[in-house]
């Protein structure tokens, strides 16, 4: 069997570069796209196994590449990258589908652990929901609610922000309470969800049910 091809999109050509690199190395064949319109017009949708793409580039987000794929009938898996700022559009887009987003400066392992897990999922084509839903995010488990349910209310309202997207300062401002005891408050939360990263945590916060707020 030949190496996965794994699609990487991003507008900066020492990130691509740098990329490139660590997955040749891992193993995987790249193909590497310096902007959306590329990438789309290609045929890399049908021949690669995973896309990493940046969710901030001139002319379309990587939210808005996810769903050109979507609305195509592709089911090529995508993760994506960004910085803090931009997590609520990381979490619509894995409320759209995506597998999984990581946080920009991340480690080279998340990176590889978050491609390892898009290529064992299956691809059918019955299984990738319409962009209009919210059924990309799988039914929650036992375990998952009964984690949410140990939660305190304030260690809820925490991570209703974070799944907001919000960072500590404005959900201290929010709550009406300190920096310190939000970050407090998200390692609690952290450790009761049985969390290691943020993205994790978004995702097992959207299949027990928790939504991001409009605005």
Same mark, same amino acid.
Do not use: W
């Given at each position: ?17 740098? *990329? ?34 940046? @969710? ?56 590889? /652990? ?20 919210? /059924? ?14 140990? *939660? ?29 005891? @939000? ?33």
């Amino acid at each position: 069997m030949p190496d996965p091809v794994i699609a990487v999109l991003d507008d900066d050509a020492a990130v691509r570069d740098s *990329l490139r690199l660590l997955l040749m190395a891992s193993g995987y064949q790249v193909a590497a796209f310096p902007s959306p319109l590329d990438f789309l017009d290609s045929d890399a949708p049908a021949r690669c196994a995973c896309l990493v793409v940046d @969710v901030r580039m001139p002319g379309l987000t990587g939210l808005e590449v996810q769903e050109r794929l979507v609305a195509s009938g592709s089911t090529l898996p995508v993760i994506i990258m960004t910085g803090h700022g931009d997590v609520p559009l990381a979490v619509a887009a894995m409320k759209a589908g995506a597998v999984d987003f990581i946080e920009k400066p991340f480690e080279e392992e998340t990176l590889l /652990a978050s491609i390892q897990s898009a290529l064992s999922r299956p691809r059918a084509a019955a299984e990738v929901p319409p962009p209009s839903t919210t /059924a990309a995010v799988e039914a929650p488990s036992p375990e998952v609610l009964a984690c949410l349910g140990a *939660l305190t209310p304030r260690e809820l309202d925490v991570l209703q922000g974070l799944v907001d997207g919000k960072p500590n300062k404005i959900i201290a401002f929010d709550l009406s309470i300190s920096p310190r005891t @939000v970050e407090i408050h998200r390692a609690r939360v952290m450790e009761k969800m049985r969390a290691t990263s943020l993205s994790q945590l978004v995702r097992l916060a959207l299949t027990a049910g928790i939504r991001p707020n409009a605005g």
